[in-house]
């Protein structure tokens, strides 16, 4: 498995990944209607819009994405991996790499906005809980934010 950075031509195979997780994911406290509306702002025309702001990487297995996530400014966003990868160490190498990144870049700090789920997962790279959001297109969100130096 090898991690590399985003092509467009990947923009649609990124997007079925995002959708797959979103749907197929835990989804504690969201309905059908936001996990439609999250899903349905990952188009492929989405993802490719404004790479020249953004720094996205995919995670492969073989020739199969299985995995994405972006670094716009300091914002960590659109982290998703498969069900059957979560739990082996792919969001972890991911967000090491946009922190990275994001040191390189002279940033001091990210932050993710985190669906419920994904709660735990920021706080054990020791990310801090700063407040709820009401995002635009999947409702209630949780900003989690880390210090770099």
Known sequence: MIMRQFEISDAHEVSSV????????DNRGYSLEHLYSISNH???????SEQDLK???V????????????LRGDEIMAVFILLEY???????K?????EEEAVKKGLSKVWSVSRLPAVSFYRKLEYSFIREKIHSYWGKGFV????LI
Do not use: H, P
Request: include cysteine.
């Open 18 to 25: 995002i959708r797959r997780a979103i749907m197929n994911g």
């Open 42 to 48: 990952y188009c492929a025309e989405n993802i490719c």
């Open 59 to 70: 995670f492969l297995d073989g020739n199969i994405i299985v995995g994405t996530a972006t």
């Open 94 to 98: 991911f967000m090491n790499l946009l």
């Open 86 to 92: 979560q739990g082996k160490g792919i969001g972890k």
């Open 55 to 57: 720094t996205t990487y």
């Open 144 to 147: 989690m934010e880390k210090s």
